[in-house]
């Protein structure tokens, strides 16, 4: 049995290609990363982690991974929170991590919503969103992640000094962001000049979903926010 039903809420999200292969390697695999949102998050958060961590990050709509995976690898004494709604994405992961199982790496493989509900107030040091659903049509904007509702409440899980990273190649989410996130006085935008949103961080790991819009011959932006 998988822990999710993603079709239930997310509709199309089980991808194409081998499924029963996917199913066998999340019922496999995902026990061993899996977060239990049924108990309360361990105090401090730090201690979720097999390894020893200083801090905790969160990816959320992680895709196949590519990102959070080398940020876990490159940062061992940082722990990393990945959700992603999509079987497919998770089961990629999970094989990616295989060689060397990263102890500071957890999953939640449903709705971001449900973590952002779980973790403790304070508790995070960034939060990571890249090219979220884009909701293109106008009517279908208030579908998309970032609203005010959840910017407070991601500001609320962040440190004072913490960071919201968002990556869009999509101009009318790009400003819709902006919009959103200017709502909301815990979160200053940290652009000076117009290469700080128009070239990536220098941490950054390409995912595939960013090189198809490249190669299709969008613009991404990057857009980070302060927790003020
Ligand atoms: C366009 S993809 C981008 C994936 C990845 N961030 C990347 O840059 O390659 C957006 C992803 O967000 C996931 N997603 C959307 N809403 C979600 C939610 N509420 N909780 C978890 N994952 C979500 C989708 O399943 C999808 O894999």
Redesign the pocket.
Known sequence: MLPFDARAH?GR?KGHGTRAGQVERLNRLLPAYAIDLTAPPPDPLTALFRDSVEAVRLE?????G??LLHQARANPHIGFIG????EG?VAKLLGGAEPDRPGNLRLHF????DVLDWLPAGGLSRIDL?????WPKRRHWKRR?VNTDRTERMAALLKPGGEFRF?SDISSNITWTLMQVGHCAAFRWTAQRAGDWQEPWADWHR????AKAVREGRRPAYLAFERV
């Not at 959700?83 to 999509?86: G, S, V």
């Not at 890249?130 to 884009?134: A, G, I, K």
């Not at 995912?207 to 960013?210: A, D, F, G, L, P």
């Open positions: 997310f999200k959320i709509g992680f895709g196949s590519e990102h959700c992603e709604a999509f994405g449903g709705d971001a919503l890249f090219y979220p659903d884009p992640f990556a995912t595939r979903y960013e």
